[in-house]
């Protein structure tokens, strides 16, 4: 059975139709990449799946159980969690603080400091733990804040575009914890540019287009997909 599942999703804006009868499957254990030249959809859909938007039509199950009507935090509290393209870090505390907010919910004592140092060091931020969090290089932020989206121990982790503003070697690296998190069994759905990121990553991809579902496959069918190289990829070449 498949972990989450759009049926039918449509949301307009106005008269603009954004998210156009969305169909979509995506499996326990995978790590999925949803793909798109701007304007195709992609963060509206984000959107609709953590409950940030309601949908005009159509329905939302996760893990069986129909979430359409759910607020984000109670679809957290099914077993979603999510990291968005802005860090949403506390940039006044220390690094390891931050992580403490995020993991005192559900550990106390010697069980949350061995778990605070399981991320850092997970993070490679050990070194890094007792600095002001705003301090950090922007893909050590970005990193800070997966490791609090983790903390939550997520069936289903959720990126929007992860590796935005990073260097090729982050990028690699935030990879890297990407197939991590997954060898341990989370499914990861990211929203993302960086194709050099998706092909390291993506074992289907999805692409949308005037939000439809355009193309899906392995990134390699993707890649060799004339229809898809007109509307996206042609594009990041001449880019």
């Known amino acids: ?35 798109g030249p701007n304007g195709a959809g992609k963060s509206t859909l984000f959107r609709l799946i953590l409950g940030e938007y309601r949908p005009g039509s159509g329905e939302i199950h996760f893990a069986g159980e129909d979430i359409t009507a759910l607020k984000p935090f109670a679809r957290i509290g ?8 802005v860090p949403g870090i506390f940039k006044g505390l220390a690094v390891r603080q931050n992580l403490e907010i995020a993991l005192q919910r559900t550990h106390r004592g010697a069980e949350l400091n061995h778990e605070i140092d399981r991320l850092l060091a997970f993070l490679g931020l050990e070194a890094e733990q007792k600095q002001t969090a705003g301090n950090l290089s922007h893909g050590q932020k970005q990193w800070l804040e997966i490791g609090m989206a983790i903390s939550l121990k997520p069936r289903m ?40 990121f998706v092909r390291q990553v993506a074992q289907r991809v999805t692409v949308l287009h005037l939000g439809q579902v355009f193309a899906q496959g392995t990134i390699e069918q993707i890649v060799a997909d004339e229809r898809v190289a007109a509307i996206y990829l042609g594009q990041a070449h001449h880019a």
Not at 5 to 20: Q, S
Not at 78 to 85: A, D, E, I, L, P
Not at 172 to 183: P, S
């Open 1 to 35: 059975m498949a972990l989450l599942e759009l049926h039918d999703l449509n949301k307009h804006f106005g008269g603009l139709h954004v998210t156009n009868s969305v169909n979509l499957a995506f499996e326990p254990g995978e790590i999925h990449c949803l793909i």
């Open 157 to 196: 982790l959720l990126l929007d575009e992860p590796t935005a503003g990073m260097s090729p070697e982050e990028t690699f690296q935030t990879g890297q914890m990407v197939q991590r998190l997954n060898a341990e069994g989370m499914t990861v759905l990211a929203v993302e540019h960086d194709m050099a």
């Open 78 to 85: 099914r077993g979603m969690s999510v990291k968005f393209q």
